[in-house]
């Protein structure tokens, strides 16, 4: 169950890092934008994956609130 564990932290993280940092550098701030949400939103799929390979909800909250929050601003266009 750990490896498990491990497993999604580290997709979790490497979508994280590379979406953010790939949205921020775009020069077009649309292409950016829109970069932004497929990276959240693949964050939010590794979230709800860890929850449902574990057994533990918990994942979901603490692994996708932060993109769920960020596309909810995105949404907004905040």
């Not at 932004?36 to 449902?52: D, K, P, R, T």
């Not at 574990?54 to 960020?70: D, V």
Request: hydrophobic share 50%; with cysteine.
């Amino acid at each position: 169950n750990a490896k498990k564990l491990a497993a999604n932290q580290g997709l979790y993280n490497g979508f994280l890092a590379t979406g953010l940092l790939w949205s921020v550098a775009h020069p077009n701030s649309d292409s950016g934008r829109e970069i932004a949400i497929f990276f959240n939103s693949c964050v939010a799929v590794a979230a709800l994956f860890g929850a449902l390979s574990t057994g533990k909800t918990r994942i979901l909250y603490m692994q996708g609130s932060p993109a769920f929050l960020a596309l909810a601003a995105l949404g907004l266009n905040l």
